[in-house]
């Protein structure tokens, strides 16, 4: 099951190494208890045109076009590994192929479930590629009201981009990743300096492009003191 969730995210890396723009987004809903809601997004939009075209080709610059069937599998496959997952509940799929919009969303009956959901994929990810990625991504501390996203930056990560030709480079310059923390209370505080708290006081926004986070510039950890 792992395998296939790697070739899952393998699969979208060569669609977009076929077009260019890419919006990853992680939506995630938190109850005070702990319990909540997460989306995931995969947004190919603004490259819809070329991949409409691309499409129908078997393969672009020597890469295998993945064909809607693979892309079903692939998101059936990731829906499968979150049944696995102890707490992981009302999974749901959608794709949207006239705008090239994949996403997956579950519910989840405490953090450390959520966090569950990229253990493993991470500790894989470490093993085949010797990197250090820290394998927890999420924690919350309903005592002193702290939810965290958790990041460790591992410089293979800049060496594995500059192993890329240099049009596959020129992709990640248009490529970026979101992410919409959402609360029941109000938040006091943020340690990320790219986050933005909305004027309600209820949500945090991340928004960082994809080079900064390759060349290690910039980070999606984010520690959120929330109030009482």
Do not use: W
């Not at 395998?3 to 260019?20: A, E, V």
């Not at 995630?28 to 129908?56: E, R, Y």
């Not at 894989?124 to 010797?130: H, S, V």
């Not at 992709?171 to 933005?196: D, G, L, P, Q």
């Amino acid at each position: 099951m792992i395998k296939k969730i790697s070739q899952y995210t393998f699969l979208f890396l060569s669609l977009t190494l076929c077009t260019g723009c890419f919006e990853i987004l992680e939506e995630i809903n938190l109850n005070s208890d702990g319990s909540g809601t997460m989306l995931v997004t995969f947004n190919m939009s603004k490259s819809k045109t070329k991949l409409a075209s691309i499409m129908l080709l078997d393969s672009v610059n020597g890469r295998k076009v993945p064909s809607k069937d693979d892309i079903e599998l692939a998101l059936k496959d990731a829906e499968n590994h979150l049944k696995t997952i102890k707490g992981i509940t009302n999974i749901k799929k959608t794709t949207d192929y006239e705008n090239y919009i994949f996403s997956i969303s579950c519910s989840f009956d405490k953090v450390t479930s959520l966090d569950a959901v990229f253990q493993d994929l991470i500790r894989q990810q470490n093993k085949k590629e010797q990197t250090k990625f820290n394998t927890t991504n999420f924690s919350y501390n309903s005592t002193d009201n702290n939810f965290e996203r958790h990041f460790s930056y591992d410089d293979k990560i800049k060496k594995t981009f500059y192993r890329l030709n240099g049009e596959d480079r020129k992709i990640f310059k248009e490529a970026s990743y979101t992410s919409i923390y959402r609360f029941k209370n109000e938040v006091k505080a943020v340690s990320n300096v790219n986050a933005r708290v909305s004027p309600n006081k209820k949500a945090v926004l991340l928004k960082i492009d994809a080079m900064s986070l390759i060349l290690g510039e910039k980070s999606v950890s984010n520690r959120i003191q929330l109030s009482n």
